[in-house]
């Protein structure tokens, strides 16, 4: 058992990490009613799509309190409030059943996994009722002479539950979702590691930026959108809230690579700013301005070409949206062992609600270039 931490921060990364959202998953503990509890104290309302996004709805202003709180959702925009987006995703990677064979099963990803990480890893089979297994394959003993034994290719590899084939095809089907079992883990100096990092760490975020404009006056509309189906690689949630929101300036959350030599990208030095052709300049300037107001730590990142998240999908959404990529940085993406530091994320959220707090009427007008 881990320590129990008392920060309040690392305890909502928690409770959304252990939430299940595999694409397509709809059973218990589905991050989908987890993200509604998480966000529901800090809206007006919420509201669900049918494509499985959940969007947390906060009116700004003095209209907020004459406002019809009918959907809003499928109606144009209004001519006189702003609106501004959040978008981080809310589902994980994952697997799918291919194949019963002799009651192992065999499987595919669900987003991008690693192979190098997938043999010995517990999982949750979601048949007619959750099986535990594992990930195993032949071994090394075994192997061909001449076979190297230190890459195992996903397609060798298959899901032990421990059943009998008779009993495994009554419980178990192709097309099954297969979700990663991995409880978090708090390491030294305040490192926080597990399943879903990506992209619970941002939802996080966004639940501290509406905590915050909870005591705050902000004009413009806030729509936080816990966004359905990117690991899928289609941005789907994004593309079909930012053409139903249709609002002036978004703001996508989501994670970058810390550590590695290819990015100056470090844990716990603050939220990392887009900076490229994608990401707005203006947004970008207001930002950094209020970073260097706040004393508040932050990194950049260069972005020369699309950072593959949601931001491209609500960029070119209808006539285009004014957007920018703020990022938690994250050790280890793509596996059962995502890193993260609650500090990163605590910022990450301090600045966006900084941001929407200083939001009025004339910024529309300053993001057309002169």
């Known amino acids: 058992m881990t320590k129990e931490s008392k920060n309040p921060t690392a305890e909502l990364i928690k409770r959304l990490s252990q939430a299940i959202g595999v694409t397509g998953y709809t059973g218990p503990n589905n991050i989908h009613d987890v993200v509604t509890a998480e966000l ?5 309302r919420i509201e669900r799509d049918r494509i499985g996004s959940v969007i947390g709805i906060k009116k700004g202003g003095q209209e907020s309190n004459n406002h019809d709180q009918t959907s809003e ?33 065999r499987f595919t990803e669900v ?10 890893q517990e999982v949750t089979v979601h048949g007619r009722r959750d099986l535990p297994g594992i990930i195993g394959s032949i071994p090394p003993h075994l192997l061909p002479a001449g076979r190297s034994n230190n890459a195992v290719d996903q397609h060798e590899m298959h899901i032990d539950v421990g059943l009998p084939p008779r009993q495994v095809k009554k419980l178990v089907q ?13 390491l030294l100096n305040g490192l926080l590691a597990g399943k879903a990092m990506d992209n619970r760490s941002s939802i996080a975020a966004m639940v501290i930026c509406m905590q915050e404009l909870k005591k705050m006056h902000h004009q413009w509309d806030v729509y936080a959108v816990a966004t359905a189906d990117e690991e899928w690689g289609r941005f789907v949630g994004a593309t079909t809230q930012s053409y139903a929101i249709r609002p002036d300036v978004a703001i996508v959350i989501d994670v970058t690579f810390a550590d590695v030599d290819e990015i100056d990208v470090k844990l ?7 900076l490229g052709p994608s990401n707005h300049p203006v947004v970008r300037e207001r930002l950094l301005k209020i970073c260097g107001d706040l004393e508040l730590k932050y990194q950049s990142e260069i972005m020369p070409s699309g950072a593959g998240t949601d931001a491209y999908a609500i960029e070119i959404s209808r006539e285009g949206i004014p957007t920018i990529l703020l990022s938690a940085p994250s050790r280890y993406m793509h596996s059962p062992v995502e890193a993260v530091h609650p500090k990163d994320i605590e910022r990450t959220g301090r600045l966006m609600a900084y ?6 009427e004339t910024f529309v007008e300053e993001l057309i270039p002169k």
């Open 174 to 186: 192709v097309g099954d979702l297969i979700s990663f079992k991995r409880p978090p883990l708090e």
């Open 111 to 120: 987003g991008g996994l690693d192979d190098r990480v997938l043999m010995g």
């Open 355 to 360: 941001f929407i707090a200083g939001l009025d």
């Open 40 to 44: 529901t104290p800090y809206v007006d």
């Open 268 to 274: 716990n030095a603050g939220p990392v700013i887009g």
């Open 73 to 105: 959702i499928q109606n144009p925009k209004s001519e006189i409030q702003n609106r501004i987006m959040l978008a981080a995703h809310l589902d994980e990677i994952g697997a799918v059943v291919t194949k019963i064979d002799k009651g192992f099963l």
